[in-house]
Each structure stands twice: as C-alpha cells, then as structure tokens.
C-alpha cells in the first residue's frame, strides 16, 4: 500500500511548476490549502524526511526544498 | 515495413549538465564520451522519428489526473523550457513533434487493447531534454514520446512496460518501409533523490541490470517487483521501466555499454548503452 498525501503533492506541484525553490514555505504559501497540522508544520520548517514520511513525492520534495539537500 | 535503425538506453539526470564540474573528470569525460558516441552512431543510422521511452517528474501529470502510459501528441515539446533551462544550464529550445504518427500510435494501441493516455503538451525535464542535448544537438529529428509512470506509485509493473515496448516495436514494423525508426529509452540506472537517502547509488544494481541488458536477458528484469526495485536502485530506479519497455520492442537485441560511472555528484548510477541485433 502506497502511502501518498494528495494535499502535500498539490502544493508542491504547484510550485515546482513554476521552477520556485523555497528553504520553507510561508502561511501565505499555504492558504487555502487543506493540510493537515504535521503537514503544515513540514512544509513551514522545510522538513524534507518529514514531507517524505508524510507522503509527498519525493520528486516534488527535490524541486521545491533544493537548497535543503547537501548534494 | 518500417525498420528499427537503432536503439539506445541512457540515464537522465539535471545535473548531468546542471553541474558538470562538481563531479570527477575521469567520470564525466567517460559518459560524456558515451553520450557523444551514441550521438555519432544514432546520426550514422539517419533515422526520421526518435521514439522515445521516458517519464515525467511531475512537471506535466499531477496527482489529480496520474496516467501510466502516455503517448505525446504535441507539435513540439519544451526540451528544456526557459525554466527548466536554468537548472539544466543548456539553452532552452523546442524539439519538434510528430502528432500524426503519434496519434497513429495511439489509435492502434488502443484497438489492440493498450489503454494509453495522451497529452498534447509537454514541458520535458531532463527526461528528453538532457539526452537530447548530446544525441540530438541539431534538433533535427521529431521525437514521439511514449511517458510511463515511474515516479508516483503504484506504478505499471515492469511486465507491462516490456509488453508495451514490444506493442510499439510491432506497431513500427506495421508501418511504410520508408520510415527509419530509432529508439531511445532514458532514466535509471540506481539513484535515490528527494529521499532520505538521496545520493545514494547501488553499483551492483546497475551492473546487474546493464549485465542483463547485455546478454538480452530480460526475464529476470520483468520479474522485478516495484519493492524490489525500491529497495536495489532507489526510486530512480523504478525509471529501468523505460529501459525495459524499449527492450520488449527489440526482442533479442543486446546492449553494448559504452559508458557507466556511479556518479555521486549527480546522485545517478550513469550509463550510456548502444542497443543492436
């Protein structure tokens, strides 16, 4: 069984379509999307084990949070 | 009929060209002198059509609508966009399609039972857009993509990737002999990348696939499962689908490796292979 969280994926395809990197997303980025609080938190501390154990693509993780990765 | 004229596999990674110069010179001159090599011998084959073998990164098909097999329609493909460009740090340029071919394709496939989705536009990551640069640096020759899902499981299982291959290999030898076809699958061998274990690669993994692909025994790469995969060549390995898809269309042709290099600055097992009868 995959675990998949579609309200992570949603907000990270969404930026990463726009080639925007972020080292952590503000509450303006998350308005209007429906996160849970643990998602929420992730996404403002640019927490990428979290993002990746709560679901979200690792792909999208890459592209969103680059700078947070060593290599 | 149509005729195959060649057949390559090759890895895909952004910073194959995003940052060329973090990684060992022994290795990046060993795999560019591959790519450069493919390129040479994909221009002596003359083909008119580049089928391609390759997935999307969630730059094109989003969570509200995942196709597993996606043939391309587009007149053109972004290959890299403006934005892309600047990460893959090569200019970004149009590649053309070929619509009525892939519509064909697509029409046939879905009379014999292939269900693909279709798209008719496409902005290409390093999927089409880094090996293109080396193998197609004139851009002269449309491309048809056909984009399996390897990136956001549940995937399509490495048995339905080869029956699709050997779909599209039967489809082009269907075709008007005047069509000279090459096949490129992209993507794989091991990486690990936006997990917790990015930058890691398995070189035993990717010897025993690029070992496999060299005998033209692919049995035992068909009967991987997308755990097993996970567990051996990360989740950039599930991207050995392409690979697999475009040998199910060649039945019985081996790989030559030109070139493998575990490059860790670009967090990718590479490999550049040259494919024949």
New interface residues.
């Given amino acids: 069984m995959i675990a998949t969280s579609y309200a992570l994926n949603k907000i990270l395809t969404a930026l990463a379509r726009q080639h925007l990197s972020k080292d952590r997303l503000t509450d303006d980025d998350l308005a209007g999307h429906d996160l849970s609080e643990a998602e929420r938190a992730a996404l403002e501390a640019g927490d990428i084990a979290a993002l990746y154990h709560l679901g979200a693509n690792p792909y999208l993780i890459r592209r969103v949070f680059r700078s947070r990765f060593p290599i | 009929m149509a005729e195959i004229v060649a057949a390559a596999l090759t890895s895909h990674a952004p910073l194959i060209t995003g940052k060329p110069e973090v990684s060992r010179p022994e290795q990046r001159d060993r795999l560019y002198a591959g790519f450069h090599e493919l390129h040479r011998r994909l221009a002596a084959a003359r083909p008119d059509l580049l089928v391609m073998f390759v997935n999307d990164?969630?730059?094109n098909f989003?969570?509200?609508n995942m196709p597993a097999f996606c043939v391309g329609l587009a007149k053109a493909y972004d290959a890299p966009s403006p934005?892309?460009a600047?990460?893959m740090r090569i200019p970004p340029r149009k590649i053309a399609g070929a619509p009525e071919w892939g519509m064909a394709l697509l029409e046939s496939g879905l009379a014999a039972g292939f269900d693909f989705a279709y798209s008719y536009e496409i902005e290409s990551w390093d999927e089409l857009s880094v090996p293109l640069h080396f193998l197609t640096p004139e851009g002269a020759v449309p491309v048809v993509p056909v984009y399996t899902n390897c990136?956001?499981?549940?995937l399509p299982t490495p048995r339905r990737c080869h029956e699709v291959g050997a779909f599209v290999g039967a489809f082009i030898r269907s075709r008007p002999a005047t069509e000279r076809v090459a096949l490129v699958a992209t993507g794989g061998i091991s990486h690990w990348?936006?997990?917790?274990e990015?930058?890691r690669i398995n070189p035993d993994f990717d010897q025993r696939v690029l070992d496999h692909v060299a005998r033209a025994d692919i049995e035992p790469l068909i009967r991987l499962t997308r755990d097993e995969i996970e567990r051996d060549g990360g989740?950039g390995g599930q991207e050995i689908r392409n690979w697999i898809a475009l040998l199910g269309a060649v039945p019985g042709w081996k790989g030559e490796v030109l070139a493998y290099a575990p490059v860790?600055?670009w967090?990718t097992g590479c490999a550049t292979v040259w494919v024949h009868p």
């Fill in positions: 990164h969630l730059q989003p969570y509200s934005g892309g600047r990460l990136g956001a499981p549940p990348v936006g997990t917790p990015t930058g989740n860790a600055e967090i």
